[in-house]
């Protein structure tokens, strides 16, 4: 066979051990093992049936073919009317890309402002996509940490006074996986103010869990502050919001000087999204909100019953996350690291979740627990985590 040569920046490229830790989970509960999966990464809730019927008729209506690559001019439309009523503010319909799910959005930031001598903040922990695409596009990648006396709300101070003349780009996400922080009003308006001192970085606001919070107040949203509009780019999608990962669909509003660009980039890479799953978006954004409030409040009370269970064990102190369908205990107290902890409870318990330093150097100390599955089964998962804490 012929050695092959791969560009070097292929070895630079990370992943998401979410996938790892789920993939071995399946494996286990295919051999028969009552395997409880607590390291999902999406929702468990049913998309919108007007989504779903919207899709179908597509299809049966042989809306077969390519669509403008920036998405269906109507579904564009819809995202700024949906962000119109949801946030009060106006973003103009051609600034809008529909993507094949949300993550892509990161890969053109990346691609676009990533290259060597530039440097990327990103937030440690954090989704590990960032790190790994900043480490794949070849710029510096620089972690600002997400502190658990903070509720992991990020410190705009510390974040400012990381920012040099090499960054390009700063990834926010709020709320955050994985971690459920949401970040402060003040904060926000603290780092924006203070990212008028430099005009030349970007910003990439990761807004895909911007529906699932549990505070009275919404998280805000950096599409709220029109000074930063012309650098800013805010990702979002369906896949948390209407419980639609797997449609692959997802949105996000550019600077009107890079839409000429990222437009090239989905041209290159995409073409344009699956023509039945943009209808279905598109029902979804205009349909009944039902199924949206009904998940939220349901995952308002599995946070209850998780931040319970797991701060009256001993060995766990857990902060109630603002937002998204994760907590993020501290699990010190157990002595053991978070990867020992998860591969342990995995293959001793049959209870999947994930160690904490999967999303960065700060997250060790830490696992994630997703709460996106019925409370009965979280009821089950946290039994078998006590039984095995107390054996260790
Ligand atoms: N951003 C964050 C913070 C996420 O947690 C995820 C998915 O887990 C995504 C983006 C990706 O969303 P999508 O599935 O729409 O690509």
């Known amino acids: 066979m012929n050695e092959l040569t791969l560009a070097a920046r292929m070895s630079r490229l990370g992943t998401e051990s979410a996938f790892d830790v789920l993939m071995r989970a399946n494996r286990m509960a295919a051999d028969g093992c009552d395997v409880i999966n607590l390291g999902i990464g999406q929702p468990d809730a049913q998309p919108p049936e007007t989504a779903i019927e919207a899709a179908?008729?597509?299809?049966?209506?042989?809306?077969?073919?390519?669509?403008?690559?920036?998405?269906?001019?109507?579904?564009r439309e819809a995202v700024a009317a949906n962000l119109h009523r949801r946030l009060g503010i106006?973003?103009?319909?051609?600034?809008?890309?529909?993507?094949?799910?949300?993550?892509?959005?990161?890969?053109?930031?990346?691609?676009?402002?990533?290259?060597?001598?530039?440097?990327?903040?990103?937030?440690?922990?954090?989704?590990?996509?960032?790190?790994?695409?900043?480490?794949?596009s070849g710029a510096g990648a620089i972690p600002y940490r997400l502190e658990e006396s903070r509720g992991f709300s990020l410190d705009p101070e510390s974040v400012l006074s990381q920012v040099t003349e090499r960054t390009r780009l700063i990834i926010l996400n709020s709320p955050a996986n994985p971690t459920g922080g949401v970040t402060a009003g003040q904060d926000m308006d603290r780092l924006v103010e203070g990212l008028l001192d430099h005009p030349q970085v970007a910003i990439l606001s990761d807004e895909i869990y911007d529906q699932i919070y549990f505070d009275?107040?919404?998280?805000?949203?950096?599409l709220e502050y029109p000074d930063i509009r012309d650098r800013l780019i805010v990702l979002n999608g369906w896949s948390k919001t209407y419980a639609m990962t797997g449609w692959r669909l997802g949105y996000s509003v550019w600077p009107r000087q890079l839409m000429d660009?990222?437009?090239?980039?989905?041209?290159?890479?995409h073409s344009c999204v699956n023509t039945a799953a943009q209808m279905g978006g598109l029902a979804a954004l205009e349909g009944p909100q039902d199924t949206v409030s009904a998940m939220v409040s349901e995952f308002a009370s599995r946070r209850t019953q998780?931040?319970?269970?797991?701060?009256?064990?001993?060995w766990f102190s857990c902060q109630a996350p603002g937002g998204a369908f994760y907590v993020f205990p501290n699990i010190t107290n157990t002595g053991l690291s978070g990867r020992i902890f998860q591969d342990r409870?995995?293959?001793?318990?049959?209870?999947?979740?994930?160690?904490?330093?999967?999303?960065?150097?700060?997250?060790?100390?830490?696992?994630?627990?997703?709460?996106?599955?019925?409370?009965?089964?979280?009821?089950?998962?946290?039994?078998?985590i006590g039984h095995f804490v107390s054996n260790l």
């Open 306 to 314: 998780l931040v319970d269970r797991l701060n009256g064990l001993s």
């Open 90 to 136: 106006d973003v103009a319909p051609d600034l809008i890309l529909v993507t094949p799910g949300a993550k892509p959005v990161m890969f053109f930031a990346m691609l676009m402002f990533g290259e060597s001598e530039a440097e990327i903040l990103y937030p440690d922990p954090g989704f590990p996509i960032y790190r790994s695409m900043i480490d794949f």
């Open 56 to 75: 179908r008729k597509a299809l049966r209506d042989a809306h077969h073919g390519y669509t403008d690559p920036p998405g269906l001019p109507a579904l």
């Open 261 to 269: 660009v990222v437009s090239r980039l989905a041209i290159n890479s």
């Open 345 to 384: 409870l995995l293959t001793e318990t049959g209870v999947a979740l994930i160690a904490g330093n999967s999303f960065g150097n700060a997250g060790e100390g830490f696992v994630r627990i997703s709460f996106a599955l019925d409370q009965s089964r979280i009821e089950e998962g946290m039994d078998r």
């Open 216 to 222: 009275e107040s919404r998280p805000v949203s950096l």
